[in-house]
């Protein structure tokens, strides 16, 4: 699971196929989850759109119940550090016109004692704001771009940070799948909304298909589903996210509209002044648009 693009990895989930793996323990399945989502790529280009609105449910199935809020974004991510496991992303809103150019630039790392460092640029205001993964209950605090996806989300998850249990196999949507409980640790738990998920992961493709998420009280919270699962330039990736907040009843669809992996991105891009300088952004986005074109 990796930011924006892990939005995007957490959220997106990139995994390779791996004949022949037997993970006896809830811990052994996702160190393996993540270690073929780091393997999958280095580095990724994307263009998504996201709606978000207010839902009921009509014969079993959710429908709007207001006029959804469509975002269109891109999205750049590249593996960086000695070994490749940080991370460097950056996603800027297209559309609507009123948030044109408003952007997110996030530093994940590896490293158990460094948090992500999350930069937002306000285009309206030409300011760039330091921004933190907040644990307070309130769902507007640390959203990613006024949708039901939080910052926590799309920040680079740690298997370190959880313990887990094997709850037991199942199939879901056609799969075979483990499910599995993962809690976070003392010092997660105090830096996260979420007490506890559970995830049902692909057996054989080592993808996360669906997690519920669960607040501190133990209450059901979220719920995220990943659909339409493709294998583009050699990676599985879901080219639909669902993310369900069941407290507020507001959800949140990611539609991927294109994705290409292993191109060559500048390390300068992926700094604050790709949010603050409109022509050099769209100078090097131009490059990297060509691969998804």
């Not at 952007?103 to 306000?122: E, F, N, P, R, V």
């Not at 709850?167 to 738990?189: H, M, Q």
């Not at 997690?211 to 990676?235: A, C, E, F, S, W």
Request: aromatic share 10%; charged share 30%.
């Amino acid at each position: 699971m990796k930011t924006t693009n892990q939005l995007f990895l957490i959220l997106i989930g990139f995994i390779f196929f791996i004949p022949g793996l037997s993970a006896q323990t809830g811990r052994d399945i996702m160190v393996e989850v993540d270690k073929v989502s780091r393997e999958s790529s280095s580095s990724s280009v994307q263009k998504m759109k996201l709606s978000t609105c207010k839902y009921g449910v009509v014969k079993k199935k959710m429908r709007c119940v207001e006029t959804p809020r469509v975002k269109l974004m891109e999205s750049v991510s590249m593996d960086t550090g000695p070994e490749g496991k940080d991370t460097r992303s950056i996603s800027i809103i297209l559309e609507p016109i009123g948030e044109k150019g408003i952007g997110m630039l996030t530093y994940d790392y590896d490293a158990a004692d460094k948090d992500a460092d999350t930069w937002l640029y306000l285009s309206a205001l030409g300011k760039v704001k330091r921004m933190i993964s907040s644990s307070d209950d309130s769902d507007e605090s640390g959203s990613f771009f006024g949708t039901e996806f939080s910052i926590e989300d799309v920040e680079l998850s740690k298997v370190d940070d959880y313990s887990y249990k094997l709850l037991k196999e199942a199939n879901y949507a056609g799969r075979p799948t483990w499910i599995i409980e993962s809690k976070p640790t003392p010092k997660r738990a105090k830096k996260s909304k979420y007490g506890k998920s559970i995830s049902w992961v692909d057996k054989e493709r080592y993808l996360v298909l669906k997690v519920n998420l669960y607040n501190r009280h133990g209450k059901p919270y979220k719920q995220l589903t990943m659909r339409n699962i493709k294998k583009i330039d050699g990676v599985w990736i879901a080219r639909n996210l669902t993310m369900n907040n069941r407290i507020t009843r507001r959800v949140t669809n990611m539609d991927l509209i294109s994705v290409a992996f292993n191109m060559d991105v500048p390390g300068e891009f992926l700094t604050q002044r790709t949010l603050t300088d409109f022509a050099f952004r769209e100078r090097e986005l131009a490059k990297l648009r060509r691969y998804i074109q």
